[in-house]
């Protein structure tokens, strides 16, 4: 029972009983006080009617008449002359119902009065003796209405102190409520403040769970903080601050074999020709402090590009990869400039060349294919001795023009809309306890006799700025799915879902309308994108939680150091990327990492699934670390 019920039925009752209380009191006092009045009535009327038949010399036809006027005057109740023998010799009496005040309350109230008597005489001998008692009708009457009148007044008290009560509680309360919705939001997941009401006993419970959420914010950021300290100690080459070429590869090697937008892109390749003479020349302090700056301007490079990374091959080789760039020329010439900047503000410039090679990947490619067209082509920009760019293209579709291909994909995206050709494709994410988590449901697209993969077109979906509408569709297929097949159902959506207005209004509409399937609805948004738009990833979270939708991101783990953002997102899950996952097994560094990560993700009531898992011996050691599920083509 909510408290505005409460203090109704608390008002009610206390004004009850003040109010049956008061009309017990004040009806006995009126009772009483009407009783005397009527018994002194009874006995004055009685002596005065005596007096007047005495005055009469008992004359039994006046006797008669006198009092029978009397009588009828209907202020009597009873009116009886006896006579001395008390042989009654006149009697009046009224017996109807009074009809003045309900019978139960008569009965309460019982009004009982004394007769008046006297003597009529006739000389010095007396006649007989007059009874008389006056209807009680009247006091009842008066009494009843009395009772009515205090009714009354006391349920307009009640009305207005209950009213006035639910208006001061609302003043009162309304911290709790803004409580409630924080115990809410922890509940979500979501680790909130607010500010500390006046009210003492709600100061110190705001205050117990500010500290509460503080505490768990505090500790997000220290352990986001130790994350990233301990994934650069492991990946991250000590003197430019890039990634290490294991890492490297093993990011690259997750990416062409992933199944979304970043499974096509450009990768580019810089030298820095002569670094030992260079060393000889200018110290190797000076040139490690030079390198130092060139990675960190690699990495800024790396942090505009959603899901790129930048590494240091080796010492004189830079590399970058840059997910749904299409046109790599313009990637390698970005880092040629970038490096350029460094040795001209180092005074090193003049003759030192930055040879280049640069090439398109697709999901399919192998790192041998991709290192072998860099590699031929970092010869030929070498020997030239010049700062050019050789791009190293592996297909005809790739020296076609960026707007013919555009159109292309374009022709194809507007048939698959109107035509209904996209699908989506199944694959179980499996719990430590082999209980399915959900079904994994990447999109396909049917075209010309063959199912493209979502790595295969959403690179161009996303260049054609069609995301939206391909992240409606795959929700409405998902919410198909659910209620042909009654099993949670996983999709992945763009950062369309996030940026585009409309999209939370849209996802919460569908939501309602299917409200069994979305119980069983998981959205996820990559990392990158979550991080990025984070206030609209929020608004996306808050829509679809409240309709039992499940919110994650997928490919975790590239930005550990924005950990701590997540206190009030409200997520159910985070997916790690596959980068992470491979060869878990034989990797203590990324055991560490990643068991941390999932520590930080149980504290904060999340599970933790791993994407790409490729054999049991990865299964097995991910169960080991503390993982809730995973997936990937070495699940079943």
Known sequence: MSLYKQLWVAVIFLLTLVFVGSVIVTSLSAKTYLQQQLSMKNSDNAAA??????????????????????FDTGFYELIQLTDPDGVVMILREDTQDTGYAPDWFMKIFPIEVESGTASVMKGWQQVGLLTLRSHSRFAYAELWQSTQKMAMLFLLVMILAGALGVYLLRIILRPLESVVDQATAIGERRFISIPEPKTLEFRQVVSSMNNLSGGIRQMLAQE??????????????????????????RSLDATLHGDDVNSA????????????????????????????????SLNSISTNHSRSAA??????????????????????????????????????????????????????DTIGEIMTRLDSSMLISADEGISRVN????????????????????DIFVRAFSEDLFSLAAFPAIGTNGGLIHIEAPVRLAWEGKLLTAGEFLPWVNRLEMSHMLDQQVVQLALRKIQETGKPVSVNLSVA???????????????????????????????????????????????????????????????????????????????????????????????????????????IGVIVIAEGVRSDEEWETLKEIGFDGATGPGIV
């Open 49 to 70: 009617l005596a007096l007047s038949l005495t005055q009469q010399d008992a004359d039994e036809v006046l006797l008669e008449l006198t009092l029978s006027a009397q």
């Open 224 to 249: 986001a903080k130790r994350l990233e300290k301990s994934q650069r100690g492991a990946d991250v080459d000590k003197v430019s601050g890039l990634m290490n070429r294991e890492p490297f590869m």
């Open 265 to 296: 892109g450009s990768i580019c390749l810089v030298r820095l020709p002569g670094l030992m003479e260079l060393n000889e020349k200018y110290g190797r302090t000076f040139i490690d402090r030079m390198i130092a700056d060139m990675g960190a």
């Open 311 to 364: 590494c240091r091959l080796n010492g004189s080789d830079f590399a970058l990869l840059v997910p749904r760039a299409i046109e790599a020329d313009k990637t390698a010439e970005e880092v040629q400039q970038a490096l350029r900047a460094v040795l001209e503000a180092r005074s090193i410039g003049g003759d030192t060349g930055l040879p280049a090679a640069a090439t398109l990947y697709q999901q399919g």
């Open 391 to 410: 791009v190293a293209a592996k297909s005809d579709i790739q020296l076609t023009s960026v707007r013919e291909q555009m159109q292309y994909w374009r």
């Open 497 to 603: 879902a996030v940026v585009e207005p409309s999209f939370a209004e849209w996802i919460s509409e569908q939501l309602s309308v299917h409200a069994d399937a979305a119980q069983k609805l998981w959205m996820e948004l990559a990392e990158p994108m979550a991080f990025r738009h984070l206030s609209g990833f929020k608004l996306l979270c808050s829509r679809a939680k409240s309709r039992g939708a499940k919110i994650g991101i997928e490919h975790m783990g590239h930005q550990m150091s924005a950990l701590g953002q997540l206190h009030d997102v409200g997520l159910d899950y985070l997916k790690v990327d596959a980068n992470f996952v491979r060869d878990i097994n034989e990797n203590a560094a990324n055991q560490n990492l990643l068991g941390n990560l999932c520590t930080v993700g149980h504290a």
